[in-house]
């Protein structure tokens, strides 16, 4: 496969993940309820290639390249769907809630926690 082959090989590949279907899931329907769930989803790719000059203009160039490529999704939620109403819930990220938290505390007690450390601290008695 050369160079121009792998280009569009990976571009439609891209191609077919770039659709509705992917961010939002299958509906369910249940309890008179339907629930769609959303997914954020990211990837990446990068390829390169190089072509070498031939020993005459007969033979074709040697060629070399390379691809690779990354991705994840993340789920975001659910759309809940009823007849009188829609909702979005959303999913609790637990890890970005208690960096937050963590944030939150460092800032409101910081002069606390610097004055404690600059104290000085007592020779114990003997």
Do not use: C, W
Not at 5 to 20: H, M, N, P
Not at 27 to 44: A, D, L
């Amino acid at each position: 496969m050369n160079f121009g082959e792998t280009l569009k090989a990976y571009v439609g590949k891209l191609t077919d993940s770039l659709r509705v279907g992917a961010v939002f899931g299958e509906p369910i329907e249940k309890y008179g309820k339907t629930i769609i769930p959303v997914v954020s989803y990211g990837f990446g790719f990068g390829l390169g290639g190089a072509f070498a000059g031939g020993d005459n203009e007969t033979e074709e160039p040697p060629q070399s390249g390379g691809a690779g490529g990354g991705g994840g999704a993340e789920p975001l939620g659910v759309f809940e769907i009823t007849e009188t109403t829609t909702r979005f819930i959303p999913v609790i990220r637990l890890r970005q809630v208690l960096v937050a938290a963590t944030i939150i505390f460092v800032h409101l007690n910081f002069y606390r926690i610097v004055k404690t450390l600059k104290k000085p601290r007592k020779k114990p008695r003997k």
